[in-house]
């Protein structure tokens, strides 16, 4: 069936809107009982892909977390205030392409709640730009337009969301540093083979909570 669909799906795609809305409930639907069926545990044990939106990282495993209320996603809420979730419950939490999207304080408090709802042996990645290599690849003399979009987002129209833009940067080792600080342990930086973004201009770092 995948690849029935794999091969006709540029010919489907254009009839999403007829039958779009019947995908979008059935997402809705697996999610919220996913969602429920977490929550009555306290997620307890439970892996987070935080900001996974259109496309949540392996939804069988993860729940995914955004603002917006897509369908795809489980728990919705505004990650940049207080989760809403008990301290030292979560196993594992996947954050890829999140934290250039938000301000450097708004990135300090993200991590502290990572830290404070990781059960002791949780284990944090991150995947962000790397501005380090996008640098390199302007000096380089690179594809301006793969660089640019990485060094300041994606721009959609003249209607791009202020969400969609990037608006703070870590290179790699500073990361790895402000997570020391906060108190994970077993900080590194790690190849980038989750298949998500271009592993020259993104970096994955792996961390966990003692």
């Known amino acids: 069936m995948k690849k029935f669909l794999d091969r006709y799906y540029k010919y489907l795609r254009p009839l999403r809107p007829l039958y779009g809305w019947f995908i979008d409930a059935r997402r809705r639907q697996v999610c919220s009982k996913r969602a429920e069926e977490w929550k009555s545990r306290g997620y307890r044990g439970a892996k987070l892909d935080v900001c996974g ?19 795809q996603v489980d728990l919705v809420f505004d990650i940049t ?6 301290s030292s419950v979560i196993a594992e939490i996947l954050s890829v392409a999140t934290l250039e999207h938000l301000r450097k304080p708004q990135v300090h408090h993200v991590l502290q709640e990572f830290f404070r709802i990781l059960a002791p042996r949780g284990v944090l990645r991150i995947s962000t730009p790397d501005i380090e290599a996008i640098a ?18 994606r721009f959609k129209s003249e209607e791009t969301e202020d969400l ?24 590194e930086r790690i190849p980038l083979d989750l298949g998500m973004h271009d592993p020259r ?10």
Do not use: C, T
């Not at 201009?201 to 003692?210: D, M, S, T």
């Open 136 to 153: 390199q690849g302007i000096l380089d003399h690179g594809d301006l337009d793969v660089l640019n979009q990485h060094l300041f987002g």
């Open 164 to 187: 969609d833009l990037h608006k703070w940067m870590y290179p790699a080792p500073q990361m790895i540093s402000v997570l020391q600080e906060l108190g994970f342990v077993d900080v």
């Open 201 to 210: 201009l993104n970096y994955l770092i792996r961390a966990r909570k003692p």
């Open 53 to 71: 939106g259109r496309n949540p990282f392996n939804p069988e495993e993860f729940l995914n977390v955004d603002i917006v209320a897509l369908p």
């Open 81 to 86: 205030k207080r989760f809403p979730i008990d």
